[in-house]
């Protein structure tokens, strides 16, 4: 396999372009890093833009939700979507407006969305969901009814073309304007997992699971997703 997405002038970066790449390694990390994602896509001409839960297996993305999703059931014979995922990193504040900026890392991916009709396959793509964000927990849970999977829709998508972007630096003000007594400054963003809310009908006998041991109050959300996606997937599939 290719370490590098197959360019085009869908996913050529033009602007900026050196803040772009189209590696492999480098759209699999912020994808990763994410539990989120914005799905674009054309229905009847009208665009929409929706966010949602998404994960990664190899070169395969997928996402889930009701049945009776008009996202899922017009993506799910096949409609091209371009998905996305966003890491705000930090705010610039320059000496001019026209030089501020926010670091970040951002991926686009763009495939042919489709169902996951077959039964085995829908139920693992579930289960694997599950596991991806939370280690170990989906063999802990009450089953999947009947009822419940045929609620729940499964789509996903082979990554055909994917690009990069990442800025990653601090103030960058013109020369003639640095002298100037104006306020500059970058503020890391940052955002993290609070303390646990436990429900309070849970029977007093259930202890915290071992999986969950990565959830700890102001663990970067960034990371633990990684750690959790390695722990699911850890392999030779990148
Ligand atoms: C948090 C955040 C805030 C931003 N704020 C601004 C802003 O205020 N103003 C602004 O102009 N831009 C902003 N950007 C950058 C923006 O995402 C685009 O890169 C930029 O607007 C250029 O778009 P374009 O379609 O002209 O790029 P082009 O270079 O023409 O896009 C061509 C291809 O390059 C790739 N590409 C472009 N942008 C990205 C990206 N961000 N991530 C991954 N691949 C990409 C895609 O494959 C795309 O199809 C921001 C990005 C992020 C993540």
């Known amino acids: 396999m290719s370490a590098t997405y197959p360019v085009s002038e869908r996913n050529r970066v033009r602007r900026l372009h050196e803040r772009g790449c189209h590696d492999h390694e480098a759209v699999h990390a912020i994808l990763d890093a994410a539990m989120l994602c914005h799905i674009a896509y054309v229905i009847d001409g009208q665009p929409y833009c929706t966010p949602t839960a998404f994960w990664r297996e190899g070169e395969h993305l997928y996402w889930h939700g009701s049945s009776a999703s008009r996202m899922l059931r017009a993506q799910g014979p096949g409609l091209p979507v371009c998905l996305t995922v966003t890491h705000l990193d930090g705010l610039v504040l320059a000496r001019s407006a026209f030089n501020h900026s926010v670091n970040y890392r951002s991926a686009m991916c763009f495939g042919t969305a489709r169902f996951i009709d077959d039964l085995e396959e829908k139920v693992r793509a579930l289960d694997a ?33 994917a690009s990069a972007k990442v800025r990653a630096k601090g103030v960058a003000d013109d020369e003639e304007d640095l002298g100037l007594p104006i306020y500059a400054a970058c503020f890391p963003v940052t955002q993290v997992i609070g303390p646990a809310e436990p429900c309070p009908h849970m029977p007093a006998e259930v202890s915290y699971p071992p999986g969950l041991a990565g959830y700890t109050p102001d663990r970067r959300l960034d990371e633990l997703m990684t750690e959790t996606s390695q722990m699911s997937y850890p392999k030779a599939d990148d």
């Open 129 to 161: 969901m599950i596991d991806r964000f939370y280690p170990g927990r989906n063999v802990t849970l009450r089953p999947t009814t009947a009822q419940e999977l045929k609620a729940t829709a499964v789509v996903g998508m082979t990554i055909e073309q």
